[in-house]
Structure formats: C-alpha cells, structure tokens
C-alpha cells in the first residue's frame, strides 16, 4: 500500500524475490510505473476496492502478508491490511499512517504487525553504528549493513531500476528549487541533485557573518570548536560577554555552527576545523567537543601557535594528558581548561578564610548528579569516559584549589551491584602533601530536590559550607556567618573572564599548567581504580 518512491523500490525486491505483488495507490502514474516493474495494482480513486482487490488477487486465500508504503494521517491502510490478509498473516508498517486498530481483525486471524525501523538491524545502536561492532551473521542475518550489500548486489545484477524513479533533475546550484518543488508538488517521485564533475580540491564552505574588521592587536580573536548545548547555552554568552572577539565557530555539520553563530555575533561560522586553526587572526581557540576529541584538537591548536581553552575532561587517557603536556613545553602559549567551579565568588571566599587557617585542612565535597541513560555518550568509556572523568573532576580540582598543595594520593572505591555498571555512584579518597585529606562523593542515585553540589571544609575549630553555589555559611568560623548571592554562581563567567585578561595581557593561564595535568591525571587514576 503507497506506490511513492519507497513503495516503487519495495514492489521491485519483491518482485526480484519471485513474490506476486498487488500496488495500491490513488496516483495512476505511480501505478503504471508499479506495472512496469511486475506488479498488478489497484487504484481507489478510479472507485476500486482495495480489500476486494487483495482478496480477488490472492484467489480468495488472503494475501501472506502487506507492507505498508504510505503517509497519511488515516488508520485505513492499516485496515484494510487486515481485513485483506489470510490467517496469520504478517503486516509491516514502513511508512507513517494512523493506528486506530480494531483488535477483532487482529484477533480473529492472529495477525502479526510489525512497525519497520528504518535500514534495519543495528540502526540507532551506537555500538553499531558509530563503532563498527557488528551483530553476528549466524544470529542476525539482515542487518543495516547487510541489507544495503543486498541491494548494492541487486543494482550491480540489473534486478533493481532506479531510473524510470528520477522525476526530477537539478543543478546543485538550483538545490533550494529543488526543495521548494518537492514541498509543492505532489507528483515529484524521485529527485536528482547534479554535483556536476568532480572537483580537483574539495571545498569547504564557510559562511560570513559579519564582515567586521579585527580588533585591535593583543586582543583575543577567538575561534569556537563545537556548538553544542553547552558551548551555545553557557561558554560562548560568557565570552562574549567578558569581550571576546568571536570570529569563528565550527561544528560538524555546519548548520548548528551558523545558528549559533548569528545569535551570537559571530563573523564567520564553518565545519572545517583545519581551517580555522590555520588562520592567523585567531590566537586563541575554545574546544567544547565530545571529550575523546579533546586532547587531539589541543594538541593541534598549540601547535598551530593558539592560546587554548578547553572543556574538561583535558583528556580520557594517561597518554591523552602526556601529548598534551609534551605540546605545551613546546610554546609559550596559555593552556586552560574549563575548571570553572575554583572562580565561583564564594568558591573565592571560601579560598580566602581557608588560607587564614595555618594547618592541614578536611574536605567532603558532594555532588547529588542524577541519573542519566547507561547509553548516553559521556557514558561510554570510549567517546565520553564516563563521569568520574567527565564531572567528577570538577571537584577534584576544586579540592586542589582550596588546599593549594599537591595531591599525593588517590584511593577510590564504587558502588557494589549491577546498578553501578556505569560506575556514577563512587567515593574518591585524596590526600595532599601539606597533609590535608578529603572525600569526594559523586552520587547518581540521590533526590532531585536534594542540592545538586555540597562542598564542606573543616579547619580550626570551624566549618565552612557551600551550599549549590548559592550561599556559603560558617559555623564556629570567627568573624564570618555566611554570604549569599541572589543567583547560582558556578564561575562560567569569571573562568571565561580570567583567561580573555591573561591573552590581553600576555600573562601566565589562571591555573597553573602542572596543576592541570596534575588534576587530570588523578581523574583517571581515580576512574581506573573503580573498574
């Protein structure tokens, strides 16, 4: 049922495939393309009756099964798909309909119906798809991959035509013709867009935005790599706002970067990062990719002579850290990454009382995550290295922040159970060489009303807490009660700030390099000893 481009194709598998097929559709030129290609068909708009017809064409057995080609907003073809089967029959929906049933149909004959998704076995499955873990033949013998070597085979036989499907041709150049027939015409079938002949080099749009001069020298002329959901909603306002000149932003596929990049006064958005590291007017670059990519891309931005700014993890592996490190003693560029939570106004505070305090000090640092999918990427260990790495490490620079020593231990322990495959409910144990000590207590299980962040520091006699980066209270602490702000301040913006000043000025980075890699490093060692 629906003799449109997909149900065309159909007709001609099965009948490649030795099935007798009956085409339904109100379009007579579809259907007499359906002839073309072995099939009968019956046409409801010349008054004919599809269920009839399915009856009549099956010699009154019922047809084995239907596939359902169609996009309408009526449950009919899903109906009369029933009503026309023979007992337990099969039907499959590829297309869009409505799925108004009545059980009676299905129940009577013990139909089967089944809703196709999409290429096949192994679509939407990340390990599939994005890492090539294949399912294994003799257990699942159609997969996505399969399916299309299928096809491939049966163009390359001759048993599948796809020219009398081309309706239409256009000019790459005439592409949004294209799109603006598509929409209006109902007749266009299958549509060709000509790339015309290959070119000698491969071009790389980028889009200008705004065709502004470049600030004044010594300025930071900053480029964007990703426009994700962080980097648009928090990283590229708080640089903005702290006077960054956004020149460009590159995202994989080019179209997220140009929205952003126009909402955000931006002079050119891309999805060529080699160009962007390649441009001389930038000097200073900020990474807000997926995290596996962030260590290669600041290697590649140091060594293209850029001033970087990157969002935690720095890197996934030891090696990751080492590259990096190896890079930065090689240019006297900044290297920043984005440790935010050490530039919080009470996080500030907090440091400040501290440091009175002559004398080891204790810390329980809390952080009330949630859950979130086992399959979401900063899950995998491979692409966003779970979230020891990719958060917790929040708080184990923050620890290192505010004993101002090195850490000289690092001890942690998970979760019993499968619950904690993802490893998101552990206990993290450091201690530093001034002989100071603290837990961190990353939790994917508590309440969502319970604060998200809870940093407690004991020292001398008095306790000092923060509470969700909202209010900072002391208890038995002299000469200090607590400071509040009238918003949630996790230092986005003065981290963004610091590392604009330290380009302008020509300063060291706002957090030493060794205590980056130093922060780094206990992250992953941390996350390794939970497995």
């Not at 928090?234 to 179209?255: C, H, N, W, Y």
């Not at 002559?358 to 979401?376: L, Q, R, S, V, Y």
Request: proline residues 5%.
């Amino acid at each position: 049922t629906g003799a449109g481009l997909i149900g065309l194709l159909t007709v001609q598998l099965l009948v490649a495939h030795g099935a007798r097929v009956l085409a339904i559709d109100f379009d007579e030129a579809k259907l007499d393309l359906a002839r073309q290609f072995g099939a009968e068909t019956c046409n409801p708009a010349r008054g004919e009756d599809p269920v009839a017809a399915g009856i009549a064409f099956s010699r009154g057995r019922g047809v084995d099964g239907v596939l359902i080609t169609a996009s309408t907003d009526s449950s009919d073809p899903v109906t009369q798909a029933a009503r026309m089967c023979r007992k337990r029959g099969r039907i499959i929906l590829v297309g869009v309909t409505g799925l108004e049933l009545n059980r009676a149909d299905f129940y009577e004959k013990e139909l089967s119906f089944q809703v196709s998704c999409s290429y096949g076995p192994g679509r939407y499955d990340p390990a599939y798809e994005d890492k090539g873990q294949d399912y294994p033949l003799g257990f699942v013998r159609w997969t996505e991959q399969r399916n299309f070597e299928a096809v491939l085979d049966m163009l390359a036989a001759g048993r599948i035509d796809v020219e009398p499907l081309i309706s239409h041709r256009f000019d790459f150049a005439d592409a949004t013709k294209a799109y603006d027939q598509l929409a209006e015409d109902k007749s266009v079938l299958g549509m060709l867009l000509d790339y015309g002949e290959p070119a000698d080099e491969r071009h790389v749009a980028k889009v200008v935005l705004d065709d502004r001069p470049l600030p004044a020298a010594g300025e930071p002329v900053v480029g964007f790599i990703g426009a994700g959901n962080y980097a648009s909603r928090v990283l590229i306002p708080a640089f903005k706002d702290a006077g960054a000149d956004l020149r460009t932003i590159v995202s994989a596929g080019g179209t997220s970067g140009v929205i952003h990049g126009r909402k955000n006064d931006f002079a050119e958005a891309g999805a060529d990062t080699s160009a962007l590291l390649a441009d001389e007017s930038i000097n200073s670059v900020a990474i807000v990719t997926r995290h596996n990519s962030h260590a290669s891309l600041t290697v590649d931005a140091l060594n293209a002579g850029k001033h970087v700014f990157v969002e935690k993890p720095l890197g996934l592996t030891m090696s990751d850290i080492d590259a990096v490190e190896a890079a930065h003693a090689k240019t006297d560029r900044l290297l920043m990454v984005g440790f935010n939570r050490r530039f919080s106004p009470l996080t500030r505070k907090m440091k400040t009382l501290l440091d009175g305090v002559p004398e080891p000090k204790a810390f329980i640092m809390t952080m009330n995550a949630g859950a979130i999918p086992a399959d979401h990427w900063s899950q995998d260990p491979e692409v966003g290295g779970g979230r020891i790495v990719g958060e917790a490490c929040h708080l184990i620079d923050l620890m290192r922040y505010l004993t101002g020593a090195p850490i000289t231990g690092v001890q942690a322990s998970a979760m019993g159970g499968s619950a904690n495959a993802t490893l998101d409910k552990a206990s993290i144990m450091l201690t530093f060489a001034d002989g100071s000590f603290g837990t961190v207590h990353y939790l994917a299980n508590g309440g969502s009303s319970f604060p998200k962040e809870r940093i407690e520091a004991f020292a001398g006699g008095g306790t000092l807490q923060i509470d969700n980066f909202l209010k900072l209270r002391g208890y038995n602490w002299p000469g200090f009660k607590k400071m509040s702000l009238m918003r949630q301040d996790k230092g986005q913006g003065p981290c963004s700030k610091a590392f604009l000043d330290a380009v302008r000025a020509g300063s060291a980075s706002p957090i030493a390099p060794e205590e980056l890699f130093e922060v780094s490093r206990a992250s992953i060692e941390a996350a390794t000893l939970l497995k």
